[in-house]
């Protein structure tokens, strides 16, 4: 069993910042590369960014290239996505969990609005 626990989403203006975090747990997850999602309003969840095992390697979507950076804590079973300079396009509920393929389990999300 897995289990994914994102927090800190919130409203803030346009070009302001946010840090999310996730604890994760399950056995399947250790080794895991972990990413970050989101899911817009009437869109599609899509992929933000992918942290690989030892953190030194990271992958990321276009729209949000430069401006998101995502972490983790090995020790902790912590992922983190650092986000400047946020946009109104940024307003989604983001979840993380595996990558590339996600289990069949979500977290509850942590809703970002961006908006003056």
């Known amino acids: 069993q897995v289990q994914f626990v994102e927090s800190g989403g919130d409203l803030v203006k346009p070009g302001g910042s946010l840090r999310l975090s996730c604890a994760f747990s399950g056995r399947l997850l250790h080794g895991a590369t972990m990413a970050w999602y989101r899911r817009a309003p009437g869109k599609e969840r899509e992929f933000v960014a992918a942290?690989?095992?030892?953190?030194?390697?990271?992958s990321y979507s276009d729209p949000v290239k430069g401006r998101f950076t995502i972490s983790r804590d090995n020790g902790k079973n912590m992922v983190f996505l650092e986000m400047n300079n946020l946009k109104p396009e940024d307003t989604a509920v983001y979840y993380c969990?595996?990558?590339?393929?996600?289990?069949?389990?979500w977290g509850q999300g942590t809703q970002v609005t961006v908006s003056s």
């Open positions: 969990n595996m990558y590339p393929r996600p289990h069949m389990s």
């Open positions: 942290v690989y095992w030892h953190g030194t390697r990271t």
